[in-house]
């Protein structure tokens, strides 16, 4: 079984999906990402589709489940490079990918987990500090 390799761009890993997923490769591919994101501590997942020409409604939950996944260890996800197509199918199997975001492209999702990571920042400089004026 080929497995889809998970690249570390900084605080982010990358997931390009250039195989044609099968169930297992899909279920490798969660234990994968669960594994690399607890290990590294990333706090986003772009996960890269352009290369996927057809969906079913096991591949389409299989990246909400990731988004969840993902979530659990306090990372976002943002799927890339979605086909005219492969957003039909979804819609037309009534699949809503919930908190999954999306972007055109890798340029475009990684700019949106840099916002994400800032905003998460901010929340975090702020925690615990006093008034200025107390």
């Not at 988004?67 to 990372?75: Q, T, V, W």
Request: charged share 20%; proline share 2%; aromatic share 4%.
């Amino acid at each position: 079984m080929e497995r889809v390799p998970i690249l570390k761009i900084g605080g982010v890993l990358l997931v390009s999906i250039q195989i044609d997923l099968q169930d297992q490769s899909v279920l490798a591919l969660q234990e994968d990402l669960a594994e690399k994101i607890s290990a590294t501590g990333a706090h986003g997942v772009v996960i890269d589709i352009s290369a996927v020409e057809i969906v079913d409604s096991f591949i389409g939950r299989m990246f909400a489940t990731i988004a969840s996944i993902s979530r659990l260890f306090d990372a976002d996800t943002v799927v890339v490079g979605m086909r005219p197509a492969v957003a039909i199918t979804l819609v037309e199997l009534g699949l809503t990918l919930g908190g999954v975001r999306t972007a055109l492209n890798l340029e475009r999702g990684m700019k949106i987990l840099g916002e994400l990571g800032r905003e998460r920042r901010g929340a975090v400089t702020h925690f615990g500090e006093f008034p200025r004026d107390a």
